[in-house]
């Protein structure tokens, strides 16, 4: 069975940091880039970063840019998010995503036009 699976978030104070994990069973991650993107209520889903399989090359939204890294480590099957310098307007769920109907497809930004993400893990920055 195809799953990403997120998890790694929490309850953390302003200025604190987080590490999300992107877990992929059923299919083999070395194959596709990988997106995060965030959601927080009531607004509109918010591309956050990629990072392309081939060359390892990332993206951030300039939101999160210098304070979140994405990483990969294929011998695990996961992508990894850190996030430092976390601030309330941080606060949403995250997904993580990929194309499954386009293997080798690079990302150029972050995008959110994947068709497979997960059930997302909250992360919420508050004192």
């Known amino acids: 069975q195809v799953r990403l699976v997120e998890s790694g978030g929490g309850l953390v104070q302003p200025g604190g940091s987080l590490r999300l994990s992107c877990a992929a069973s059923g299919f083999s991650l070395d194959y596709y880039s990988v997106n995060w993107f965030r959601q927080a209520p009531g607004k509109e889903r918010e591309g956050v970063s990629c990072?392309?399989?081939?060359?390892?090359?990332?993206y951030y939204a300039d939101s999160v840019k210098g304070r979140f890294t994405i990483s990969r480590d294929n011998s695990k099957n996961t992508v990894y998010l850190q996030m430092n310098s976390l601030s309330p307007e941080d606060t949403a769920v995250y997904y993580c995503a990929t194309d499954l109907s386009f293997p080798g497809r690079k990302c150029r930004g972050p995008t959110l036009d994947y068709d497979y993400w997960g059930a997302g893990t909250q992360v919420t920055v508050s004192s």
């Open positions: 990072i392309n399989r081939d060359d390892g090359s990332t």
